[in-house]
């Protein structure tokens, strides 16, 4: 039973990289958030009972998820690097020994020049000493909530992965018509010559795969 659950776990570390990947570049290192994937993959696997019908992927994908939310959580707004906190101290002294002679703030090529770093460095360390943004401030705080319409990453992942279990069903042929027209952005004459049909036969073909998808996708 524990080599079964070990090989679920290898078969499907796919997902642990597709769900760290929506959360790169957001102050936490990838091999970090791989990381808590896996942890949170290990527990989906434990957990998983085949007989509830549903799909390892679709079990595991929130559960993953919240492994690498509970980084954030636990680290605060953002974890960043040593490095990344040294620099920002080294920019705010910086800056403010600038005001004080200059009385100006100094550009972002100025504090470059002074700190040797490259500008990219500079803006990534003057970010980090950047108070957090609320997006639940409330009216008592001095502002109201403030709503940013983004797409809840488990949605996107798991649209994503309903899409891919749908191509998965279908045959060869209806795969790759598919795959040609949507992926490849081929026109349907182009397919019709790759799959020797005609452009109308692609044409019906094509309604009637999306049909039959959108129908799935709302089950």
Do not use: W
């Not at 005609?198 to 044409?203: H, I, L």
Request: glycine share 6%; net charge negative.
């Amino acid at each position: 039973m524990e080599t079964n659950k070990n090989q679920l776990c290898e078969k499907n570390l796919g997902l642990v990289h597709l769900c760290a990947n929506r959360f790169r570049g957001k102050g936490i290192d990838y091999d970090d958030l791989y990381s808590a994937g896996c942890v949170g993959l290990v527990k989906a696997c434990n957990a998983f009972d085949e007989e509830r019908g549903v799909k390892l992927s679709t079990y595991a994908v929130p559960v993953i998820l919240g492994e690498i939310k509970r980084l954030f959580r636990d680290g605060g707004t953002v974890r960043v690097s040593r490095s990344v906190k040294e620099n920002s101290l080294r920019i705010a002294k910086l800056r403010d020994s600038f005001f004080v002679t200059e009385g100006r703030e100094p550009t972002i090529n100025e504090l470059s020049q002074l700190s040797s770093l490259e500008k990219e460095d500079v803006i990534e360390a003057l970010n980090v000493s950047l108070p957090p943004l609320s997006l639940t401030e409330s009216d008592d705080e001095g502002g109201g909530e403030i709503d940013i319409p983004t797409v809840s990453p488990d949605e996107e992942i798991t649209n994503s992965l309903s899409i891919s279990q749908l191509l998965e069903a279908l045959d060869v042929r209806d795969r790759r018509l598919i795959y040609l027209r949507y992926f490849k952005d081929k026109t349907q004459m182009e397919v019709a010559k790759t799959l020797d049909m005609t452009q109308v036969q692609v044409s019906r073909r094509e309604k009637k795969l999306l049909s039959i998808m959108r129908q799935q996708l709302t089950v």
